[in-house]
């Protein structure tokens, strides 16, 4: 059986040249790079090395790079790490409502620890809008986190605006980027951010690492301790391998990005316009300024996750919402926040396009898409409009 990829807004295939920098590091270079030893000199290097080629692609400096073990923990340490230090400042932090989780719930436990916590609304395409974000500052606001690109709809933040806005204010602005690599450019100074959160596995490098950019100058409380690695921001031994497999992933998702977004969102075009051709059909997300490879689509009158096990059966992985609330009844809370009812939101389905996707993989979902939508909703107690 065909088996066909569309889940990488979820995670994607460790590249091969990634992977052949990172085996090395594991086997024969092991130190630890705080060691003063050749073993350790040899890590410690190789850290170096991935961090400027993490700074080379944002457009950082070197000494902003901070290695976490994913986007998680660069969001968590932004949230709570600015809290923390600018508590005296003020208790304020807006964010929006469409955000990841790992945003989005640490904001909410910020909120019940005492912090005024702004979550700001979306409009029908999951945006948030700069002078919502000008209303909701005021003297006590210590920091804005919004995405760059959303990771259900893949809808594109005016990140830059917004970075404007807080930098005029004084305002620390964080981003988190991690749609974003790979996909679009993405510069810290153009989009006038003080801190963005990455993670490896979302752009074919491994899982468990991942990098917060912290502009010089910036504020932020440690929050773990026991160690003086990264600044003592994220102490505790590094990972050595998976840090040299971040830096080369950022590496090779930078390289030649117009070409290969382009032709991503040209896979992405068709399996949207097949998918629309089916009646009862819609797009989620905004229609332009949106990922490449990001197709969000509801298929009323069915469930979304009933599709996605019907897809399984023929090869074919995508998801509904995110990776993370699969698996829980709740309708996603982005799609809940652009306004969809439940049922629309209930048969929401996410394909997210990557390199390794080829015309023929479009051409099998489209082909085997029209049955399985027929079959389900022939089932359905709610579906009365489709006899043919
Ligand atoms: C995947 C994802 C994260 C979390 O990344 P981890 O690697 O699981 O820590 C955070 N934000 C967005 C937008 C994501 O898509």
Redesign the pocket.
């Known amino acids: 059986m065909r088996k066909v990829y569309l889940d990488h807004?979820?995670?994607t295939r460790l590249n091969e040249e990634v992977l052949k920098e990172m085996l090395p590091y594991l086997t024969e270079h092991f130190g630890n790079p705080s060691s003063i030893h050749s073993y350790g000199r040899k890590a410690r290097a190789a850290i170096e090395e991935a961090r400027e080629r993490v700074a080379t692609a944002l457009g950082a400096a070197a000494e902003e790079i901070i290695f976490?073990?994913?986007?998680?923990?660069?969001?968590n340490l932004t949230i709570r790490g600015i809290a923390r230090a600018l508590r005296e400042k003020g208790n304020h932090i807006i964010t929006s409502a469409v955000?990841?989780?790992?945003?989005y719930d640490t904001c909410l436990a910020l909120q019940k620890e005492g912090f005024d916590v702004t979550i700001l609304p979306v409009d029908e395409y999951g945006m948030v809008s700069v002078n919502a974000v000008a209303d909701a500052i005021t003297d006590k606001t210590i920091l804005v986190s919004i995405?760059?690109?959303?990771?259900e709809v893949g809808t594109i933040m005016p990140i830059a605006e917004i970075g404007k806005l807080c930098r005029e204010r004084g305002i620390p602005f964080h981003t988190?980027?991690?749609?974003a690599i790979g996909n679009i450019p993405v510069n810290v100074d153009n989009l006038n951010v003080d801190l963005l959160?990455l993670?490896?596995?979302?752009f074919y490098g491994p899982?468990?690492?991942?990098a917060l950019y912290l502009r010089k100058g910036t504020r932020l409380s440690v929050y773990h301790h026991g160690g003086a690695q990264e600044r003592k921001l994220r102490p505790g031994t590094e990972n050595v391998a998976g840090i040299v497999g971040l830096g080369k992933a950022i590496e090779l998702a930078v390289k030649d990005l117009e070409p290969k977004a382009n032709r991503i969102r040209a896979l992405r075009d068709k399996l949207q316009e097949g998918l629309l051709a089916i009646e009862h059909t819609k797009l989620n997300g905004h229609p332009e300024q949106r990922l490449p490879g990001n197709l969000n689509v509801s298929i009323l009158y069915v469930e979304g996750e009933s599709l996605i096990l019907s897809l399984d059966l023929k090869g074919i992985a995508c998801s509904s919402g995110?990776?993370?609330t699969s698996g829980s009844l709740d309708p996603s809370h982005v799609l809940m926040a652009m306004g969809l009812d439940h049922q629309t939101a209930h048969g929401s389905l996410r394909f997210s396009l990557g390199v390794d996707n080829t015309e023929e993989d479009i051409d099998y979902v489209l082909k085997v898409m029209p049955d399985i939508v027929a079959r389900l909703r022939s089932m359905s107690p709610v579906y009365q409009g489709g006899s043919k």
Do not use: I, P
Request: net charge negative; proline share 0%; aromatic share 0%.
């Open positions: 807004a979820a995670t976490t073990s994913g986007a998680t923990e660069a969001n955000e990841h989780h790992a945003v995405m760059l690109a959303n990771n988190d980027a991690v749609q959160s993670s490896a596995h979302k899982k468990g690492v991942g995110s990776a993370c």
